[in-house]
């Protein structure tokens, strides 16, 4: 597994579209956990940081193979992943974006039922 952690600013006046993306996210859960499924994804979580200089998102993703889960979302024809995108163009500053360093990511071992 592979696991990696952004800061992604916002545009100026974008975090309440962000949020509201957010919103409908959480109610499309199943379509989410699809397109999680398609790229590999074990875990995602997206956390808001509030600050004097501009709102980020701090993003955290662990994958089989990171790469291989950018390419099938990039290439993903589903609504979500689609609308996804959009958001990401409309509300990101990518040209920002900043990766942080990972430095603890522990997961137990999943034992079978009644092991």
Do not use: N
């Not at 099938?72 to 609504?79: I, M, N």
């Amino acid at each position: 597994m592979q696991t990696q952690c952004l800061r992604i600013p916002l545009l100026p006046g974008k975090t309440p579209r962000f949020l509201e993306w957010v919103s409908l996210v959480r109610g499309r859960e199943r379509e989410a956990f699809e397109a999680m499924t398609g790229e590999g994804a074990v875990a995602e979580a997206l956390f808001l940081e509030r600050g004097s200089a501009g709102d980020s998102v701090v993003y955290y993703m662990r994958a089989r193979d990171l790469e291989r889960a950018a390419q099938v979302f990039a290439a993903s024809q589903l609504p979500i992943d689609r609308e996804t995108r959009a958001m990401i163009d409309e509300c990101w500053d990518v040209a920002r974006i900043q990766a942080l360093d990972v430095l603890l990511d522990l997961h137990p071992p999943r034992v079978a039922l009644g092991a």
